[in-house]
């Protein structure tokens, strides 16, 4: 057995490959035990994926029903809920823009692409540092790393920092009140600038990074490495800002919001080793908070219902990857 698999109490691959759903099953096999596989193509005809597929319109988008007209761009949720679905496809079951479904969803979300560089609509016509970060990591994971468009964010996110060197998100450094705050983020009203004297937030600089960490080139930049040492220095500790503020957000792992995983997979891309006492109380946490039955809990407070095993089967999968991969 080989050595990150010793550091648990509990051997999660069997827990693994007697999973459902047969990606699961795919990449225990090639990531963890090295098992020679078919290309990752292979799976993208398993009914999971191709439910999502049936949902993609014409024009690359996947919409949303019920939403509310006033919210600015009118075509707000059909951005959001693209870049859901684009997420799932590309990070859970790695496709790529080999597959006719890619190309068609990545020329819709950078229809949203503004002149600046940055993916606008997510926050009505505010910056959205960590959401065009986010959208270009998966773009680059898709194929697009030498893109103009994704060469163009990329500088946009470099100019954006703050002076200590992180990121946050430009209208959380100033102060509104509570209606004025709801009409800059959801109508059509000035991009505010940040107030770049203001700290660095690790949530957003989490998401920022990610598009850093993933490409080629801007991984080995000292912007990203600079920005690397500010996030780690962060574990465990509350956030700047009042959005996702508490501490407990390290450990909820939901959906594509920061916690300790995301940021030490990126960590491990932009060079950081286990050697770093930072990234090993990282790592720690996770060996010392497995559960009984192999897996890890989504988040900490509430309890697990059924239609969580897969989720956190895909969590399992994730970090026993991270697991392996600073091991080696």
Same mark, same amino acid.
């Given at each position: 057995?080989?050595?990150?698999?010793?550091?648990?109490?509990?051997?999660?691959?069997?827990?693994?490959?007697?999973?459902?759903?047969?990606?699961?099953?795919?990449?225990?096999?090639?990531?963890?035990?090295?098992?020679?596989?078919?290309?990752?193509?292979?799976?993208?005809?398993?009914?999971?994926?191709?439910?999502?597929?049936?949902?993609? +319109?014409?024009?690359?988008?996947?919409? %949303?029903?019920?939403?509310?007209?006033?919210?600015?761009?009118?075509?707000?949720?059909?951005?959001?809920?693209?870049?859901?679905?684009?997420?799932?496809?590309?990070?859970?079951? +790695?496709?790529?823009?080999?597959?006719?479904?890619?190309?068609?969803?990545?020329?819709?979300?950078?229809?949203?692409?503004?002149?600046?560089?940055?993916?606008?609509?997510?926050?009505?016509?505010?910056?959205?540092?960590?959401?065009?970060?986010?959208?270009?990591?998966?773009?680059?994971?898709?194929?697009?790393?030498?893109?103009?468009?994704?060469?163009?964010?990329?500088?946009?996110?470099?100019?954006?920092?703050?002076?200590?060197?992180?990121?946050?998100?430009?209208?959380?450094?100033?102060?509104?009140?509570?209606?004025?705050?709801? %009409?800059?983020?959801?109508?059509?009203?000035?991009?505010?600038?940040?107030?770049?004297?203001?700290?660095?937030?690790?949530?957003?600089?989490?998401?920022?990074?990610?598009?850093?960490?993933?490409?080629?080139?801007?991984?080995?930049?000292?912007?990203?490495?600079?920005?690397?040492?500010?996030? %780690?220095?962060?574990?465990?500790?509350?956030?700047?800002?009042?959005?996702?503020?508490?501490?407990?957000?390290?450990?909820?792992?939901?959906?594509?919001?920061?916690?300790?995983?995301?940021?030490?997979?990126?960590?491990?891309?932009?060079?950081?080793?286990?050697?770093?006492?930072?990234?090993?109380?990282?790592?720690?946490?996770?060996?010392?908070?497995?559960?009984?039955?192999?897996?890890? %809990?989504?988040?900490?407070?509430?309890?697990?219902?059924?239609?969580?095993?897969?989720?956190?089967?895909?969590?399992?999968?994730?970090?026993?990857?991270?697991?392996?991969?600073?091991?080696?």
């Amino acid at each position: 057995m080989t050595e990150w698999r010793k550091q648990l109490r509990i051997d999660p691959v069997p827990v693994l490959l007697n999973s459902q759903n047969k990606a699961i099953i795919y990449f225990t096999k090639r990531d963890l035990l090295k098992e020679p596989a078919e290309p990752v193509s292979s799976i993208w005809g398993i009914p999971e994926p191709q439910k999502i597929l049936r949902q993609q +319109q014409t024009g690359g988008s996947w919409k %949303k029903s019920g939403t509310n007209p006033a919210i600015y761009p009118p075509n707000h949720y059909e951005l959001v809920e693209t870049f859901k679905n684009f997420r799932i496809l590309i990070e859970k079951y +790695q496709f790529s823009k080999d597959h006719p479904s890619v190309p068609k969803a990545a020329e819709f979300l950078l229809s949203f692409q503004t002149p600046e560089g940055d993916i606008r609509g997510f926050i009505g016509n505010q910056y959205a540092t960590y959401y065009t970060g986010c959208v270009l990591s998966l773009l680059i994971k898709a194929g697009y790393e030498d893109d103009p468009h994704v060469e163009k964010g990329m500088q946009w996110l470099l100019s954006m920092r703050q002076d200590d060197g992180g990121w946050t998100i430009p209208i959380l450094t100033h102060q509104y009140d509570r209606d004025t705050g709801y %009409k800059l983020t959801s109508q059509y009203m000035e991009a505010v600038q940040p107030d770049r004297k203001k700290p660095f937030s690790h949530n957003w600089t989490d998401m920022v990074l990610r598009a850093f960490a993933i490409h080629p080139e801007y991984r080995q930049f000292n912007e990203a490495r600079a920005a690397g040492a500010l996030l %780690k220095s962060c574990f465990f500790k509350p956030d700047t800002y009042t959005s996702y503020q508490s501490p407990r957000y390290w450990t909820r792992f939901v959906f594509w919001w920061p916690n300790l995983l995301t940021s030490l997979e990126s960590l491990s891309l932009l060079g950081f080793s286990i050697e770093d006492p930072d990234i090993k109380r990282g790592l720690d946490w996770f060996i010392k908070n497995q559960q009984s039955d192999g897996l890890w %809990k989504l988040e900490n407070d509430k309890p697990v219902s059924p239609k969580d095993t897969e989720t956190k089967q895909w969590l399992g999968l994730d970090i026993c990857r991270l697991l392996k991969r600073y091991s080696e």
